[in-house]
C-alpha cells in the first residue's frame, strides 16, 4: 500500500510540475509575500539543494524515493528545466506553512528566482525522503 502511496506522489509530482502556470512569472518590482515561521533550517537548506539540483539537470541520488528517482527521467527534468525557465535563477525557498496527507508531511514554499516566484511543495514521506516535488497550485 505505501509503495502504491509513493508512486501515486511522484505521479502526481511530475504531472504537477509539467502544469507550471505562465502566471508564475511575475513582476521583478513585486515583493515576495511575507515568510510565517519556519521549519529546521537544515531541512529547507536540503530542499533548496534538490530544487537546485533539479534546475541544473541532475536528481540526487541520496534523500528520495524510489517513486520519485524512477519518476524524474531525464526528460522529466528536462520539462522541469524548461518550465521554470521564465523565472530566471533560482535564489532561495521561502517557507509558507505545513500539512499532512495520506501519511506524508508536505512543506509549502514560494520558490523565488530574479524574474518571479512559483508557489512549489515538497513531500516527505515517514522516513524523511522526498517523495514529491510539484508546483503548488492552491498558493
Not at 528520495?64 to 525557465?85: C, G, L, S
Amino acid at each position: 500500500m505505501l509503495g502504491r502511496q509513493l508512486a501515486l506522489v511522484a505521479g502526481f509530482a511530475v504531472q504537477a510540475l509539467l502544469l507550471l502556470p505562465n502566471a508564475a512569472v511575475a513582476d521583478q518590482s513585486s515583493p515576495a509575500p511575507a515568510a510565517a515561521s519556519t521549519p529546521d533550517s537544515s531541512l529547507t537548506a536540503r530542499f533548496a539543494a534538490f530544487m537546485a539540483g533539479v534546475l541544473a539537470g541532475q536528481l540526487s541520488a541520496t534523500g528520495i524515493t524510489d517513486a520519485m528517482k524512477t519518476a524524474f527521467t531525464p526528460t522529466i527534468i528536462d520539462q522541469v528545466r524548461t518550465n521554470f525557465a521564465p523565472l530566471g535563477n533560482f535564489q532561495r525557498l521561502q517557507f509558507t506553512h505545513e500539512d499532512g496527507a495520506a501519511g506524508f508531511t508536505r512543506f509549502h514554499y514560494i520558490a523565488i528566482f530574479d524574474k518571479g516566484t512559483q508557489p512549489v511543495i515538497f513531500v516527505l514521506d515517514s522516513n524523511q525522503n522526498i517523495a514529491g516535488f510539484f508546483v503548488d497550485q492552491g498558493q
